[in-house]
């Protein structure tokens, strides 16, 4: 019920049980629950953009009418500003509005799949009816796919800051007027670089991130390149690091031109020392 409680989604009397038990100090559900509500807070940043067709809005709400038919129960929404767990409502509302997205192109994976099976048994649809299944159904795959890899990133990212094991690198900024920026390195997981309010790259460069090996003479090793929101922010994550770090003296960022480089063109903005 971790995620329904960070949802603030439970009926009151399993909402009191559970924090029932919680007040008792259960150091392991209490980290599900800080798991839980994390999980949720990133959930809804992660939602591709996406704009249905008029041909699904119109099956969804077929569904929809169907459905409230054979049952008597009623969605309640309330209208405040945040819930008791302190996640705004339009955050719940968006992770709830993917959660029933992924649910849907399940189910319609499944139907799709039907609809191919009793094509391919005898029925008379046309080559043109089942090119279009087909379709739809290859897209529904990818969708879930790509759902699918975000949610394994998020839970990647998520061992990475919690684990006590992960080091904490602080990039400070060289000779400019920024925020620092935070590298957590977990030996298994890679690195998750997060900044703030971080200037803009003029035009369209990029950041990069640089890995300096310890060994005498050894050349900066290149990894990932971001580009901040308009806010100054930006979360990366580094998978497989190309230095492992117990090889790494520093960390190092510069700007580059979009797609990167091969070695550093600038003096580094943020210089950061593994200790």
């Not at 159904?137 to 998520?158: G, V």
Request: glycine residues 6%.
């Amino acid at each position: 019920m971790y995620e329904a409680y960070a949802l603030d989604a439970l009926d009151p009397p399993e909402r009191t049980a559970l924090e029932a038990h919680l007040a008792t100090g259960c150091a392991e559900c209490a980290k599900s629950v800080a798991e839980a509500r994390w999980l949720v807070s990133q959930l809804g940043y992660l939602a591709p953009q996406a704009a249905a067709s008029d041909k699904l809005k119109g099956r969804l709400m077929q569904t929809v009418r169907s459905e409230a038919k054979s049952k008597s129960s009623s969605l309640v929404v309330t209208a405040a500003g945040t819930t008791s767990s302190g996640i705004p409502y339009w955050l719940s509302a968006g992770i709830a509005a993917l959660l029933l997205l992924a649910l849907y192109f399940a189910w319609d994976a499944h139907r799709l799949k039907q609809e191919l099976r009793a094509s391919n048994e005898g029925n008379q649809r046309t080559e043109q009816l089942v090119a279009s299944v087909k379709s739809e159904y290859a897209a529904t795959q990818q969708k879930l796919a790509a759902m699918e890899e975000q949610m394994a990133k998020m839970h990647r990212e998520n061992a990475i800051l919690t684990d006590p094991s992960s080091v904490k690198i602080m990039l400070a900024a060289q000779k400019i007027q920024a925020p620092q920026i935070v590298a957590m390195w977990h030996a298994k997981y890679g690195i998750v670089l997060t900044g703030q309010k971080v200037p803009m790259p003029s035009g369209n460069r990029v950041l990069q991130l640089w890995l300096i090996p310890k060994a005498p003479g050894g050349k900066p090793m290149p990894a990932m390149t971001v580009r901040p929101d308009a806010n100054g922010n930006f979360v990366i994550l580094v998978a497989n690091p190309p230095v492992a770090g117990s090889d790494t003296k520093t960390l190092a960022i510069t700007e580059e031109p979009a797609g990167g480089s091969s070695a550093p063109t600038t003096a580094p903005k943020w210089v950061g020392a593994m200790t």
